[in-house]
């Protein structure tokens, strides 16, 4: 297939290509990875340049582009920590707009997806799969360094506390990023949507300057993308849990 007319870069991520199309904006990402295509996407070349098309429909992160998402975004040379990667979809993506001089540490928990993602990795070299879960982020902090950014699409009621754990143990210090894809419907049925993604932003505000959050319908119905750049507070806290002694089990308290 013929590249796009009008590849114009992304000034925050310049692997990130937007194409205007009659009425609407395409995304596309050069990508680091060889075909066959993941999930569908177009495949386009310009030279010894490759892209693909980044779907709306298929990838939150992608949604929440076409919704003017204008917090931060994976760039070039970049390295992030991906929070339930799947089958690769988005994740492959994220490695596209690190690029080569970046890294994608991708962590799946169910051993289906992570087999198609380890496949996937084959043909992705900034791509690295992770099988863990994210709710015990120690037990995966030999295989990840300190990274730029961490993004997180794993649908669960405490997805919020999960991010800020993973963020505080692997974020750099300064300015480091946040992307949250926000699933309310995990969140319970006591709230709203609205009033589900304001306690996300509540929570999370501790710990980051947020951007404003973008709807993701009609893409992913009652999904949201939240984030921000991390404040000195979120590090400080998780260093003071970190330093305060836990007490000494006593057989005779747990027999009360
Ligand atoms: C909505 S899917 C992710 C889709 C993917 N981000 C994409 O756009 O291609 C959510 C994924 O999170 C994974 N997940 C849920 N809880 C997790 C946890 N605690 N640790 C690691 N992965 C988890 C699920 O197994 C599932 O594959």
């Known amino acids: 297939m013929r590249p796009p007319r009008v590849f114009r870069p992304a000034a925050d991520s310049p692997r990130l290509l937007r ?4 009425d609407r904006v395409e995304l596309w990402t050069e990508t680091v990875g060889t075909e066959p295509s993941v999930y569908g996407e177009r495949w386009a070349y310009s030279g010894s340049r490759s892209f693909r098309s980044f779907e709306p429909a298929r990838s939150k992160l992608s949604a929440g582009l076409v919704r003017e998402w204008r917090g931060p975004v994976p ?6 920590l991906y929070l339930g990667a799947a089958s690769g979809t988005t994740a492959s993506h994220v490695a596209d707009l690190v690029g080569p001089a970046g890294r994608v540490y991708a962590v799946e928990r169910s051993l289906r997806p992570f087999h198609r993602l380890l496949t996937l990795a084959l043909r992705w070299p900034s791509l690295d799969p992770v099988l863990a879960d994210a709710r015990e982020p120690r037990s995966f902090s030999g295989l990840v360094p300190s990274v730029d950014g961490v993004y997180a699409d794993i649908a669960q009621a405490d997805q919020v506390e999960i991010v800020v754990a993973n963020a505080a143990l692997f974020l750099r210090e300064a300015r480091g990023a946040l992307v949250l894809a926000l699933k309310t419907a995990s969140m319970g049925r006591d709230a709203s949507a609205p009033q589900h993604v304001r306690r996300a932003e509540e929570e999370l505000a501790a ?3 947020l951007e404003r959050s973008v709807r993701l319908d009609p893409f992913h119905r009652g999904h949201y993308l939240v984030g921000g750049r991390a404040r000195p507070e979120l590090f ?3 260093r003071r849990a970190r330093a305060t002694p836990r007490r000494a089990h006593s057989p005779e308290r747990s027999r009360r």
């Open 19 to 22: 194409v205007r199309s009659d």
């Open 75 to 80: 760039s070039e040379g970049e390295r992030w």
């Open 207 to 209: 710990g980051f300057d």
């Open 236 to 238: 400080r806290e998780a």
